[in-house]
């Protein structure tokens, strides 16, 4: 069982950062691709970005390729979402997910392969 627990959202202006933070509880933390979704009011959940268990690949949507960058630290349990030059069409509630896998060739961006969701974070661009 993993607990996640998001944190570090926000109302910030277009074209500044912010940096979400992702606390995992558990000793497995190692063990898990992570990956950050997001869901604006309206709109389906996506993908945004995800992190191998060990950090060596990292992966983008192509709407934040560019100006987010995912990192973790597994000595922490955490993983961060660094995200820069914001816009609002990057408003939306952020969710980090952990996906039980050692592999670098996986699901990535695929919802249903995740096992584990924390409640989410608001982020709010203001233009």
């Known amino acids: 069982q993993v607990q996640l627990v998001e944190s570090g959202g926000g109302l910030v202006q277009a074209g500044g950062s912010l940096r979400l933070s992702c606390a995992a509880s558990?000793?497995?933390?190692?063990?898990?691709?992570m990956g950050w979704f997001r869901q604006a009011p309206g709109k389906e959940r996506e993908f945004v970005a995800s992190i191998s268990w060990s950090g060596s690949n990292t992966y983008y949507a192509t709407s934040v390729k560019g100006r987010f960058a995912i990192s973790r630290d597994n000595a922490k349990n955490t993983v961060y979402l660094q995200m820069n030059s914001l816009k609002p069409e990057d408003t939306a509630v952020y969710y980090c997910?952990?996906?039980?896998?050692?592999?670098?060739?996986?699901?990535?961006?695929?919802?249903?392969?995740?096992?584990?969701w924390g409640q989410g974070t608001q982020v709010t661009v203001s233009s």
């Open positions: 558990g000793r497995q933390f190692r063990s898990y691709a």
């Open positions: 997910a952990a996906q039980g896998t050692l592999s670098t060739d996986y699901y990535y961006n695929d919802e249903r392969r995740y096992d584990y």
